[in-house]
């Protein structure tokens, strides 16, 4: 079946501009997750959506990102007035659903979003 | 404050030897671990995982030891393909209320030669 889309694959944006990415998550996955890396670093937790339940968005660097989910498909993270630190590749993935220690609670990652901000 | 650490940036092997990629973390209430496999361009794919109740894991080629008191973990593969080639990252999960957060190590590339 489909894997975790992404788009666009690349982003290059002017600072101060607004950008918005796309995750199309694993058909039937009630967990979706957005991460960043940048470059040389791990990933980097930022929000997290589970069915109906609250998103857990205490990973999210500033109040200029924010993300939203349409049930259990699509989410999209924005970035607005965007600065050069915030160039990254932001990687989206899914899961079936969270519970510990469960083979079904891996995460699937998308190919991932690189934005780059001059 | 790295939790999750990969202090080698990079390891070459040469095809059909052992690959070992070493891991540390300090949070003590990490219990599940993970690695994943990353090609360029490409997301994270998962690889193998292992729970704090044991101490191995193994998986075909990819063996996952875990020592708890040493806080450390790491990844064998037997024996060494050029498609390997990836970069390696190490994740750990916390027991607890957020225990689907998954925190990342900054990666290993490994470069299979053969």
């Known amino acids: 079946g489909a894997g975790v889309s992404q788009s666009p694959s690349n982003k290059v944006t002017e600072k101060g501009k607004d950008v918005e990415l796309r995750c199309d998550p694993i058909s039937g996955h009630t967990a979706l997750y957005w991460y960043r890396q940048r470059l040389g670093q791990g990933l980097e937790f930022l929000i997290y959506f589970q069915g109906n339940s609250a998103p857990d968005k205490s990973g999210l660097p500033s109040d200029r990102f924010s993300a939203e989910r349409t049930g259990e498909s699509v989410s999209t993270l924005t970035i607005q007035r965007t600065q050069q630190e915030d160039s990254a590749v932001y990687l989206c993935?899914?899961?079936?659903?969270?519970?510990?220690?469960?083979?079904?609670?891996?995460?699937?990652f998308g190919p991932g979003t690189r934005l780059t901000v001059l | 404050d790295q939790q999750v650490k990969q202090n080698s940036p990079s390891l070459s092997v040469q095809e059909g030897r052992i690959s070992i990629l070493n891991c540390d973390y300090t949070n003590s209430m990490f219990d599940y671990f993970l690695w994943y496999k990353k090609y360029p361009a490409e997301g994270p794919t998962f690889l193998i995982s292992i729970s704090s109740i044991k101490d191995k894991n193994e998986d075909g080629r990819f063996t996952v030891f875990l020592n708890k008191s040493a806080k450390h973990l790491s990844l064998h593969i037997v024996p060494s393909q050029p498609g390997d080639s990836a970069v390696y990252f190490c994740a750990a999960r916390s027991r607890g209320g957020s225990n689907y957060k998954l925190t990342f190590g900054k990666g290993t590339l490994l470069t299979v030669n053969p």
């Open positions: 993935a899914s899961s079936l659903f969270v519970a510990g220690g469960q083979d079904t609670d891996t995460q699937y």
